[in-house]
């Protein structure tokens, strides 16, 4: 039997009008994860955010105010404290702010394990950031920290313009959000091919302790600090490889452990990767 060239057009009827996609869902905040955000702190995710964080921020405050400054820190949603707790150690006055009365706990214990003058330094209080206002002047901080804690927000203006208000002039305000510009990458990577190309339409998503959340765009939120008058002076990007490791993912061994470091380090500095970190991290500075 000889086929046609061409087949005959068949026509394909639709059985169902195309829904709607789903709203949005709103963010819920951040208390519904608290357990399973302590459960996974020692874990190779957590330890490179933090330790990437910290190499970024003392980068910033070295070039800022020089290695001897002692500053008055503000660290806002502390949660467990790790970064309030190592400013401490290394001299600055640091108060750390939570409305999260099991996260405050855990950081009140890691606290009572520091030295007598490390816990002289720290005072852990109660509270959100965006009130932060009622118990705090205009410039009362040198440095003001908000890490983790937009993406519980249903926007970042309210928190960040709090939070502009009581840096000092010439202080420094570090910012870590989701990075919405990369946001397809985590479910693209892992297969999950709907969520990967809802993230090119929204900034909507359920982060890894099952909330839903909200990433932040670097440009958009540039603009707002340069809005607060604390412009951007250096951004950085948070977990490029290991944003896809399990869990219960372990540290590997020490001199493994320095390598990714390094790796992530660059990599978190140097375009394009940076640009497609699970996290943005933004330094703004009031002039
Ligand atoms: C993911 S944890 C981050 C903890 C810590 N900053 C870090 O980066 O490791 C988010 C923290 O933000 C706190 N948080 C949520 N909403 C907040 C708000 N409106 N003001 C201050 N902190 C808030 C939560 O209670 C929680 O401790």
């Given at each position: 039997?000889?086929?046609?060239?061409?087949?005959?057009?068949?026509?394909?009827?639709?059985p169902?009008p195309?829904l709607p996609?789903?709203?949005?869902?709103?963010?819920i905040?951040?208390a519904?994860?608290?357990q399973?955000?302590l459960?996974k702190?020692?874990?190779?995710?957590?330890?490179?955010?933090?330790?990437?964080?910290s190499?970024?921020?003392?980068?910033?405050?070295?070039?800022?105010f020089?290695?001897?400054?002692r500053l008055?820190?503000?660290?806002?949603?502390?949660g467990?404290?790790?970064?309030?707790?190592?400013?401490a150690?290394?001299?600055?006055?640091?108060?750390g702010?939570?409305?999260?009365?099991?996260?405050?706990?855990?950081a009140r214990?890691?606290?009572?394990?520091?030295?007598?003058?490390?816990q002289?330094?720290?005072?852990l209080?109660p509270g959100?950031?965006?009130d932060?206002?009622?118990?705090?002047?205009p410039?009362?901080?040198?440095?003001?920290?908000?890490h983790?804690?937009l993406?519980?927000l249903?926007?970042?203006?309210?928190?960040?313009?709090?939070?502009a208000?009581?840096?000092?002039?010439?202080?420094?305000?570090?910012?870590?959000?989701?990075n919405?510009?990369?946001?397809a990458?985590?479910?693209g990577?892992?297969?999950?091919w709907?969520?990967?190309?809802?993230?090119?339409?929204?900034?909507?998503y359920?982060?890894?302790l099952?909330?839903?959340?909200?990433a932040?765009?670097?440009?958009?939120?540039?603009?707002?600090?340069?809005?607060?008058?604390?412009?951007?002076l250096?951004?950085?990007?948070?977990?490029?490889?290991t944003?896809?490791?399990?869990?219960?993912a372990?540290?590997p061994?020490?001199?493994?452990?320095?390598?990714?470091l390094e790796?992530?380090?660059?990599?978190?500095?140097?375009?394009?990767?940076?640009?497609l970190?699970?996290?943005?991290?933004?330094?703004?500075?009031?002039p």
């Open positions: 039997m000889v086929l046609p060239a061409v087949l005959p057009v068949q026509r394909v009827v639709q169902y195309t996609p789903s709203p949005p869902v709103p963010p905040g951040f519904p994860g608290a399973a955000w459960a702190l020692g874990g190779l995710r957590n330890v490179v955010r933090q330790e990437l964080v190499r970024q921020l003392d980068e910033q405050l070295g070039a800022r020089g290695a001897d400054a008055r820190v503000l660290d806002v949603g502390c467990q404290a790790t970064q309030a707790l190592r400013l150690r290394r001299g600055h006055q640091v108060t702010l939570d409305p999260d009365p099991a996260m405050l706990a855990a214990q890691d606290l009572a394990l520091e030295s007598a003058e490390v002289a330094r720290v005072q209080l959100s950031g965006e932060c206002g009622r118990w705090f002047g410039a009362a901080f040198d440095l003001v920290l908000c983790g804690v993406m519980y249903p926007e970042p203006g309210p928190l960040l313009a709090a939070l208000r009581i840096l000092a002039p010439g202080g420094l305000l570090s910012v870590l959000s989701r919405g510009d990369g946001l990458m985590r479910p990577l892992a297969g999950d709907a969520g990967a190309v809802a993230a090119f339409d929204g900034d909507d359920t982060n890894r099952g909330l839903p959340t909200r932040d765009r670097r440009e958009t939120l540039a603009r707002t600090l340069a809005e607060l008058d604390v412009p951007v250096a951004w950085f990007g948070v977990r490029v490889f944003d896809l490791a399990a869990d219960d372990p540290l061994a020490e001199t493994e452990l320095a390598a990714l790796a992530e380090h660059r990599a978190g500095r140097t375009d394009p990767y940076r640009q970190a699970a996290l943005i991290h933004l330094v703004g500075a009031r």
